[in-house]
């Protein structure tokens, strides 16, 4: 048996052995401290920014400074420089689950959502409780349309801990599929010689997950002045309306397909009554969406001519739609569509637009916009162009304005040219729009107006005005 004395020889020597290494062990860096107490307000990001550089600036280990750091930029919506630090904190620690939750996190923000399911489903795959792995996948799959299995996850996140958030946007999620109806009515005119105004009820109600069911009924009324303007045409009647019903049923065909198919009906008082319709089908990714459709409606909707309504020009449309993300701020959209008319014409339109969206400004999107489009033959009942084309620069922002208000608006200024049968003119054009919207509970509201200015040979202005009142049940 071992001694008393030989045990607190040893006992003395392990102390010994140990003390020098206590002693190295640096102490706690005040700058980490002084940096999560600046945390607390985004008026100091800055400055926390600036201290947690510091710290890793002298020690490249310290977790919690790279941790702390990578949270702080994803906030400010700087995500390269978030997942940057977020990678590096899983090369020195693959285990570190916490970080791979919050880089999948950024990359559903980023709308990344591949890469953001499988962050989530590789932490799942080593802690299938993790509840924040499971809220957060639950978040990607709605926000990437998946709705039945966003709600599946819910179910399983709430259950693995009852998170008031979640509990939420489940809540929330649901929600959006409660019955609901609005009064739409929308208003446009141009020059003082044409407008019209549509007026309708709509309700809107999900026959499951996946199939959504809406109608809409209402009046159209269009009128035209035919003292503002000569026309070659003289018109039977300067005004018209129509009672107005239509359908539509959406119905998602597997993660990436949906379809939507639409049929209306329009009971004019003096023009023919009309049936029209249209069937599309889209593909989603991501970070692509490819539609294609044809559509059967009255000229009226494609060129705001009430000639062309007098004088029972339809149109059959042809289009193609794509957006594309290019890089994780810029992002590409285009239209290509081809209308066949009933007097023999036939329309050509294509339409693109390159976005960019600063990462430190996320609620700021900067568009590049063109348009080229043509008339094979001339017509007296609606504006003919042998070609037209405008290009121009666009600037949108969102901006919250507090007690559930929010305000989006946008502008552009661009140039366009016109080729007719007469002449060829060029000029300014420019478009500035607003929409302020209120949303509580069950209730949203939303008041928007637009204006649209160009300059050939005489100038033009068209003009809209928009009210929108939504009540869920």
């Known amino acids: 048996m071992m001694s008393v004395d030989r045990i ?58 790279r941790l702390h750091l990578a949270r702080v930029l994803s906030w400010r919506g700087e995500h390269d420089r978030a997942l940057d630090h977020y990678d590096r904190l899983i090369d020195a620690d693959p285990d570190d689950l916490e970080a791979r939750v919050e880089r999948a996190e950024v990359h559903s923000w980023r709308g990344q959502y591949a890469r953001a399911r499988a962050g989530f489903s590789g932490v799942l795959e080593r802690d299938p409780a993790n509840a924040r792995a499971l809220r957060g996948l639950a978040r990607t799959e709605r926000w990437a349309g998946e709705l039945q299995e966003a709600d599946r996850l819910y179910r399983l996140a709430l259950e693995e801990q009852d998170d008031a958030e979640a509990r939420d946007e489940w809540r929330d999620l649901r929600a959006a599929y409660r019955p609901r109806a609005r009064l739409r009515v929308d208003s446009f005119w141009d020059g003082g010689d044409f407008s019209r105004t549509d007026a309708l009820l709509e309700g809107e109600s999900y026959l499951d997950l996946g199939t959504r069911l809406r109608v809409s009924a209402g009046t159209i009324r269009v009128a035209h002045d035919q003292d503002e303007v000569a026309l070659p045409v003289r018109l039977r009647h300067d005004d018209d309306s129509a009672s107005e019903l239509r359908l539509w049923l959406d119905r998602r065909l597997g993660p990436r397909f949906k379809t939507v198919v639409e049929l209306g009906a329009r009971a004019w008082r003096r ?11 889209e ?14 409606r009255s000229h009226l909707d494609y060129s705001q001519s009430f000639e062309a309504l007098q004088h029972d020009v339809d149109a059959t449309a042809y289009a193609l739609t794509t957006w594309k993300a290019l890089a994780p701020r810029w992002s590409f ?18 339409l693109g637009s390159l976005t960019f969206v600063p990462e430190r400004n996320p609620d700021l999107k900067l568009s590049l916009n063109a ?11 609606y504006y003919d162009p042998d070609r037209d084309l405008g290009v121009g620069l666009l600037g949108e922002h969102a901006l919250e304005l507090g007690h559930d208000l929010h305000l ?10 016109t080729d007719t049968r007469l002449s060829t003119e060029s000029g300014m054009v420019g478009l500035g729009r607003m929409k302020l919207g209120w949303e509580r509970r069950e209730w949203r509201v939303e008041l928007g107006g637009e204006f649209a200015y160009s300059r050939r040979d005489n100038p033009y202005r068209g003009r809209r005005a928009r009210l929108l009142v939504e009540r869920r049940f």
């Not at 959209?333 to 294509?350: A, K």
């Not at 348009?371 to 009942?381: F, G, I, V």
């Open 408 to 417: 989006d608006y946008g502008a552009s200024l661009g140039w366009g040219s």
């Open 283 to 296: 593909y989603q990714t991501e970070a692509f969406l490819l539609t294609g459709g044809i559509e059967q």
């Open 371 to 381: 348009s080229l489009a043509r008339y094979a033959d001339p017509s007296e009942l």
């Open 271 to 281: 023009a023919d009554d009309t049936l029209d319709g249209a069937a599309r089908l």
């Open 8 to 65: 607190a020889r040893l006992a003395a020597l392990l102390v010994l052995l140990i003390a020098p290494a206590a002693a190295a062990e640096p102490p706690a860096d005040p700058r980490l401290d002084a940096a999560l107490e600046r945390l607390a307000s985004e008026a100091t990001y800055d400055e926390a920014i600036e201290l947690l550089e510091a710290v890793l600036a002298d020690a490249p280990g310290e977790r919690r400074a």
């Open 333 to 350: 959209w285009g239209r290509l569509r081809v209308l066949d008319l009933s007097d023999g014409n036939r329309h050509d339109e294509v």
